[in-house]
C-alpha cells in the first residue's frame, strides 16, 4: 500500500497565530438551538469498536462530570467529554470526518484539553489512515467493512493540575485519513471517576510554528550567512553507500512509508575536514516555562564529525552556548536515526542552532530530521549529550549519578527499578515499547529504621557561577490507606563544608507522578547535589524519582511552593539545622541543654510519628534547667509567619517556653511566652503527651536578626519540632490561644 503517512508531532502550549485553516474538521462546541455543536465530528464511532465521547458543559459538570468552565472561561460554554463511565473499560474515540491528503506542507492541528481525577490513564491523538475510496460511507454503514491504520502522534498520562492546556500537533499524510482524540481509563482506579475534555478544534495548512518535517523545504529554518563554510542541503535517499540515510525518519521506522525527506551536511570534496555548516532556527521569544526540544539524528558513515546544538542570544553577535553534543566517538556510525532532545530555557530573544562538521572527506554525512517541540523540561537524549551535569531517564542507567551499592540478598532503601504489582510505572515517554525505570526509595526494606536516609548524589559541578534549574518527576505513596506518614524527599546542596536542604517534600499522598524544580545557585565554592530519602515510618509504600533535567535559567521557583525549604527551616531529622545551642561547651552534658534524644519512648516525633527522636528536647528531674537555641540570621525587610509545633512532658509549673527577636546592638524583644501551666486544651498529661501547633508574626526588621527560642524546666521536658519560616506571610494568627500577645513596637 503506497502512501503511509509521513507525520511529526510538536506541542506548543500559549497563543499562536496560524496560517488559515484548509480543512473542515474545526470545531468549538458552540451552542445551537439549545445544544452544544459537534460540528462535522463523528461521535458515534460504532464502525471503529470504540467507546463513543459525548458534549458536555461547565454548568452540569457536577451532573456528568467535566471540566466547570470551557476552554474560553465561560460555564455555558460546551466542549466534547469522556468520561471513565463513557470508556466502559475500553478506549473512547472522537473523530475528525474523514480529509485527503495534508501535501508535503503538512498541516497543524490545534486543541485545548483538559484531564482530571485518578480513573484516567491517558489521553491520546491518532492519525488513521483509511485504505477504502469513501470511508464516510463505511463509518456510516457499519454493514461496510471499514479497514483504517491508526498511529500515535502525542500521548499525556498526567492530569493537567486543574487548567485547560493548549497543544499543536504537525502531521502529514498522501491518504484520507482523519485525526482521533482518544481517551483511556486506568485500570488501577476503577472505582474511581474521571475525564477528559477536548475543546476549540482548529486545522491549519503547513507545520506548527518552529517545527519541520523537510518534505518540502527547510520551513521556518535557514542556513547561516556568514558563521559557518558551507550550507545545510534537502535530501530524498543517500547516492553513497557507505554515508547518509537511505530513506528519512519515518519511512526507515516503518516500511509502509515511502514519501519524505530530511537535511543533510555533504561531506564529498570541496568540503575540508573541520568545515562546519549551521542550520539556524526563527527568533523564539521568552517564555516562562522552558522548552524541550525533539529532533532525529542520522550519523553515519566511517570518518562523521560532530554535531553540537547551540544556544545563540540575539542581543551580541556569536554569542553561543553549547546546549547538546554528539562526537563521533559516541555513535555506531551505522545507518539509523536516534531519537535525540534538549531542554531550551528561554529568558530572552535566542535562536537554536544546529552546527555539524565535517569528519573525513566524503565519508561523513550527518542528517537531521522531525524537528518539534513539546512544553516543560526534558532530560537529554541519547544520555551524556547534555553539557551540564544531571540529565538522566534511568532507562538506561544512573548516568552521572552515584548510587550506594547494595547486597544481592538483603532488600535496598534506594534502587534502580522498573515499574511492578506494587509500583507504578515510570514516567518517560517514549513512542517505542520499551522498559523504563527509575530511582526507588523503598520504605518497606525490613533493614530500615525510622529516619534512616540514602542519597543519590551528582557528580562535582564544575561551573564557576550562574544558577541553574534542577527538575525531576516525584511519586510517593503508600498502599495503607490510613497511614498518612511515609518519609520525606529532599534535596540537599553538598559544600565541602556543609549540606544546606533546599527543597522538600514530605509525608505526601500521590496518585500519579508530579512535577518538582528547584535552583541551585553555583558560586565558586565546589558544590554536589544530592537528593535523599529519608524513611519514615514502616509502610508499604516508595517514594520515586524520574526525569532528572538541568538547564540554565534565571526563571526558575520552587515548585511545589510547599516544598521550599529557607535556612532557618528544621524538622530535627538528625541534627540542629542550622540552629546553634547557644549554652553548649564541651564539658557539659548534652542532657543540660537542648539536644536530640536517641531512645525516647514517651513521644514519637511530629514528623513521621515515630519512635527514637526527631525532635528538640529540653529535660531536667529536680533541678532548674535553661537552654536556648539561635536561628541562622533572617532577612531584613521580610515578614515572617514563624510556625512549630511542641509538647511538654511532665506536670511541672515552674515550666516555660518563649521565643524572642535578637538583634545586634539592641535587647531583645520577647514576641512569644506561654507556660506550662496555662496549657489546659488539652490539659497536661504524664501518660500521653500530645503535641501542640504553635505560630507568631515576626514582623518586618530594617537589618538582619535571629530568632532565640528560650526553655525552662525544673522536673519536666518540652519538645520542639518542625520549626518553619514563611517569608511574607502577614496573615499569622497568635497561637496557641493561650499565649500571652506581646507588642513588638522595637
Same mark, same amino acid.
Given at each position: ?221 535557514? @542556513? ?53 555548516? /549551521? ?7 521568552? /517564555? ?164 534512616? /536516609? ?29 497511614? /498518612? ?13 556543609? @549540606? ?247
Amino acid at each position: 500500500m503506497r502512501g503511509w503517512r509521513r507525520l511529526q508531532l510538536c506541542l506548543l502550549l500559549g497563543a499562536a497565530t496560524w496560517p488559515a485553516a484548509v480543512l473542515s474538521q474545526d470545531c468549538s462546541f458552540n451552542e445551537e438551538n439549545g445544544e452544544v455543536s459537534t460540528c462535522d465530528l463523528v461521535m458515534d464511532v460504532a464502525a471503529f469498536h470504540r467507546s463513543p465521547w459525548k458534549t458536555g458543559r461547565g454548568s452540569s459538570y457536577l451532573w456528568q462530570g467535566g471540566p466547570k468552565e470551557d476552554a474560553q472561561g465561560s460555564s455555558s460554554g460546551g466542549y466534547g467529554l469522556a468520561t471513565v463511565t463513557d470508556m466502559a473499560r475500553k478506549e473512547a474515540w472522537m473523530v475528525t470526518s474523514p480529509a485527503s491528503t495534508t501535501g508535503p506542507e503538512g498541516s497543524c492541528v490545534t486543541f485545548s484539553f483538559f484531564m482530571g481525577q485518578l480513573g484516567v490513564e491517558s489521553m491520546k491523538v491518532l492519525l488513521i489512515t483509511y485504505d477504502s475510496d469513501d470511508p464516510m460511507q463505511a463509518i456510516t454503514n457499519t454493514s461496510i467493512p471499514l479497514n483504517f491504520r491508526p498511529m500515535t502522534l502525542w500521548r499525556r498520562r498526567q492530569t493537567t493540575g486543574g487548567d485547560w492546556r493548549r497543544a499543536a500537533i504537525t502531521y502529514s499524510t498522501r491518504q484520507k485519513h482523519s485525526i482521533v482524540f482518544s481517551a483511556s481509563p486506568d485500570a488501577s482506579y476503577t472505582r474511581y471517576r474521571g475525564f477528559v475534555a477536548v475543546d476549540d478544534i482548529i486545522f491549519n495548512a503547513g507545520p506548527c510554528e518552529n517545527e519541520c518535517l523537510f518534505d518540502q523545504d527547510f520551513c521556518s529554518w535557514n @542556513n547561516a550567512l556568514d558563521e559557518d563554510d558551507f550550507d545545510w542541503s534537502l535530501g530524498w535517499s543517500s547516492n553513497k553507500r557507505g554515508t547518509g540515510p537511505a530513506k528519512d525518519q519515518a519511512s526507515s521506522l516503518d516500511p509502509h512509508v515511502t514519501t519524505g525527506g530530511y537535511a543533510y551536511i555533504d561531506s564529498e570534496s570541496p568540503r575540508l575536514s573541520g568545515e562546519t555548516a /549551521r542550520l539556524v532556527s526563527d527568533v523564539l521569544q521568552p /517564555r516562562e516555562e522552558p522548552l524541550c526540544f525533539h529532533f532525529w539524528v542520522n550519523m553515519h558513515g566511517g570518518g562523521l564529525g560532530a554535531l553540537r546544538l547551540l544556544h545563540m542570544s540575539t542581543d551580541e553577535v556569536n554569542a553561543t552556548t553549547v546546549l547538546w553534543q554528539v562526537n563521533p566517538d559516541s555513535t555506531s556510525g551505522t545507518d539509523l536515526w536516534y531519537a535525540c532532545q534538549q531542554t531550551v530555557a528561554i529568558d530572552q530573544e535566542i535562536q537554536l542552532v544546529l552546527e555539524a562538521s565535517v569528519g573525513s572527506v566524503g565519508a561523513g554525512d550527518i542528517s537531521l530530521d522531525s524537528f518539534r517541540f513539546t512544553q516543560g523540561p526534558c532530560p537529554s537524549q541519547p544520555s551524556g549529550t547534555s553539557a551540564l551535569w544531571g540529565d538522566c531517564t534511568f532507562v538506561g542507567g544512573t548516568c552521572k549519578w552515584q548510587v550506594p551499592g547494595r547486597s544481592p540478598y538483603d532488600c535496598a532503601f534506594l534502587s534502580r527499578v522498573s515499574g511492578g504489582h506494587y509500583d507504578p510505572p515510570g514516567h518517560t515517554e517514549s513512542w517505542f515499547h520499551f522498559t523504563d525505570k527509575y530511582m526507588k526509595f523503598d520504605l518497606n526494606c525490613y533493614t530500615n529504621q525510622p529516619r534512616d /536516609r540514602a542519597a543519590m548524589v551528582s557528580p562535582k559541578i564544575k561551573e564557576d557561577s550562574g544558577v541553574f534549574c534542577l527538575s525531576f518527576w516525584v511519586y510517593m505513596f503508600t498502599n495503607v490507606a490510613s497511614q /498518612r506518614h511515609l518519609g520525606a524527599l529532599q534535596v540537599v546542596l553538598m559544600y565541602p563544608n556543609k @549540606n544546606v536542604t533546599v527543597w522538600r517534600l514530605q509525608n505526601k499522598q500521590h496518585s500519579h507522578w508530579n512535577y518538582a524544580q528547584v535552583p541551585v545557585p553555583v558560586l565558586s565554592d565546589p558544590l554536589q547535589v544530592g537528593i535523599e530519602g529519608v524513611q519514615g515510618p514502616k509502610v508499604m509504600g516508595m517514594m520515586g524519582v524520574d526525569d532528572i533535567t538541568v538547564f540554565s535559567s534565571s526563571q526558575c521557583s520552587v515548585v511545589p511552593a510547599s516544598a521550599s525549604v529557607g535556612e532557618a527551616d528544621c524538622t530535627f531529622d538528625h541534627n540542629f539545622c542550622h540552629w546553634k545551642i547557644e549554652d553548649h561547651t564541651a564539658d557539659k552534658p548534652d542532657s543540660d541543654t537542648w539536644h536530640l534524644p536517641r531512645d525516647n519512648r514517651l513521644i514519637k516525633d511530629h514528623t513521621f510519628n515515630a519512635d527514637g527522636g526527631g525532635f528538640a528536647y529540653l529535660f531536667s528531674f529536680r533541678s532548674k534547667k535553661e537552654s536556648r537555641i539561635s536561628s541562622p540570621k533572617l532577612a531584613e525587610n521580610t515578614p515572617y509567619c514563624l510556625s512549630f509545633w511542641f509538647s511538654e512532658i511532665y506536670e511541672d509549673e515552674d515550666a516555660e517556653l518563649s521565643i524572642a527577636r535578637v538583634r545586634e546592638g539592641e535587647e531583645e524583644v520577647v514576641v512569644w511566652n506561654i507556660k506550662q501551666k496555662e496549657l489546659t486544651d488539652p490539659p497536661v498529661s504524664d501518660q500521653s503527651p500530645k503535641w501542640r501547633y504553635a505560630q507568631v508574626l515576626l514582623e518586618s526588621q530594617p537589618s538582619e536578626y535571629q530568632v532565640v527560642i528560650h526553655g525552662k524546666v525544673y522536673d519536666s521536658s518540652w519538645a520542639l519540632d518542625d520549626i518553619t519560616f514563611f517569608p511574607d506571610r502577614t496573615n499569622c494568627k497568635l497561637l496557641p490561644r493561650k499565649v500571652q500577645p506581646v507588642r513588638d513596637d522595637a
